[in-house]
Nanobody
Framework: QVQLVESGGGLVQAGGSLRLSCAAS????????MGWFRQAPGKEREFVAA????????YYADAVKGRFTISRDNAKNTVYLQMNSLKPEGTAVYYC?????????????????WGQGTQVTVSS
C-alpha cells in the first residue's frame, strides 16, 4: 500500500507557472511508475504525464507537450510536475497516481494508487 499526497496547486494567471509535488509514504516510490492526471468539471479524468521507475522515460499528452515536465526524486519519495505557460483550459483537479507496472503509463485504468488531488485554476 502506498499513500500519495499532492500539493502546489493554486490560482495562476494564463502564461504563469506552477510546480506540483506528490509525496509518497508507505512504500518506496522507486517501485512504481508515476503519472499525473487531471479532471475538469463535467469531464473525464485525462492523462497529463507519466514517468518510468528509473525516470529515464517520460510520456506527455499532446496538450501539454513542451510546456509541462514530469520528474522524480526517488530519494525524497516525491514526483513533480512543472507546469509552464499555463492556459485557462488547464483548470482542473490534478491527481498523481502510482503504477506497479502492469498497466499502460498513459491509461487511467493502469494505475493502482491515487492521491486526493490538488486544484489548479488558470485565469484568463
Amino acid at each position: 500500500q502506498v499513500q500519495l499526497v499532492e500539493s502546489g496547486g493554486g490560482l495562476v494567471q494564463a502564461g504563469g507557472s506552477l510546480r506540483l509535488s506528490c509525496a509518497a509514504s508507505g512504500r518506496t516510490l522507486s517501485r512504481y511508475a508515476m503519472g499525473w492526471f487531471r479532471q475538469a468539471p463535467g469531464k473525464e479524468r485525462e492523462f497529463v504525464a507519466a514517468i518510468r521507475r528509473s525516470g529515464g522515460i517520460t510520456y506527455y499528452a499532446d496538450a501539454v507537450k513542451g510546456r509541462f515536465t514530469i520528474s522524480r526524486d526517488n530519494a525524497k519519495n516525491t514526483v513533480y510536475l512543472q507546469m509552464n505557460s499555463l492556459k485557462p483550459e488547464g483548470t482542473a483537479v490534478y491527481y498523481c497516481a502510482a503504477n506497479l507496472g502492469a498497466g499502460s503509463p498513459t491509461d487511467v485504468y493502469g494505475y493502482d494508487y491515487w492521491g486526493q488531488g490538488t486544484q489548479v485554476t488558470v485565469s484568463s
